[in-house]
């Protein structure tokens, strides 16, 4: 099926650790996202990407890195350099051009314990 | 700056009754908004869409959502609600910016059905 998967679905990180997020799309879109959601703050663009080897800092990029050395795969790493990583971290993917929609992930719940 | 307001944070409705979830957007272009839905836990599933053309826009489940350019509002409504629709909805506009957009989301509104 095709789709865009997330995982782990649940992760736990020590402080100090650095942790990576994995995102993976079959659906030959271009561009990929990554969003923060915390309770009552809706979603947060974290990087985004439009192109292969191409990407750009959303608003909220500070103690986050990415890389996209394939089209199908986008990961996020949570540096020790966040204050506050624990949230539910949310991929999505979308074809190049502006009218089109943007799919989402399941999700993934990061906890620094 | 671009933002969207949802100003409900939390509503309760019986089954069977009519829902409106409000929306108001601030953006120099003609917008291209979007209602989402999630599920506790869940991903986010595109409920419909506005890009240009019928303000009236009807979209899966049953919801549909108008946009009023003079209000700055793209408010998603449903006749009526079944408990399966118990969710939390988020508006978001598109904010264009080089080959695809982004967007840029409210704060969300979690709606709870009662029996």
């Known amino acids: 099926d095709g789709g865009i998967t997330q995982s782990p679905k649940y992760l736990f990180r020590k402080e100090g650790q650095n942790v990576t997020l994995s995102c993976e799309q079959n659906?030959?879109?271009?561009?990929m996202y990554w969003y923060r959601q915390d309770p009552g703050q809706g979603l947060r663009l974290i990087y985004y990407s439009q192109i292969v080897n191409d990407f750009q800092k959303g608003d909220i990029a500070e103690g986050y890195s990415v890389s996209r050395e394939k089209k199908e795969s986008f990961p996020l790493t949570v540096t020790s350099a966040q204050k506050n990583p624990t949230a539910f971290y949310l991929c999505?993917?979308?074809?190049?051009?502006?009218?089109?929609?943007?799919?989402f992930g399941e999700g993934s719940w990061l906890t620094v314990v | 700056a671009q933002s969207v307001t949802q100003p409900d944070i939390h509503i309760t409705v019986s089954e069977g009754a009519s829902l409106e979830l409000r929306c108001n957007y601030s953006?120099?272009?003609?917008?291209?908004l979007f209602w989402y839905v999630q599920s506790p836990g869940q991903g986010l599933q595109l409920l419909l869409k506005?890009?240009?053309?019928?303000?009236l826009v009807q979209g899966i489940k049953g919801f549909e959502a108008e946009f009023k350019r003079s209000q700055s509002s793209f408010n998603l409504r449903k006749p009526s609600v079944h408990w399966s629709d118990a969710a939390e909805y988020f508006c978001?506009?598109?904010?264009?910016?080089?080959?695809?957009?982004?967007?840029?989301f409210g704060t969300g509104t979690l709606l709870a059905v009662q029996p």
């Open positions: 978001a506009v598109g904010t264009r910016g080089g080959a695809t957009n982004k967007l840029i």
């Open positions: 506005y890009f240009s053309g019928d303000t």
């Open positions: 953006y120099g272009a003609t917008p291209y």
């Open positions: 999505a993917s979308t074809l190049s051009g502006t009218r089109n929609t943007i799919y």
């Open positions: 659906l030959n879109h271009d561009a």
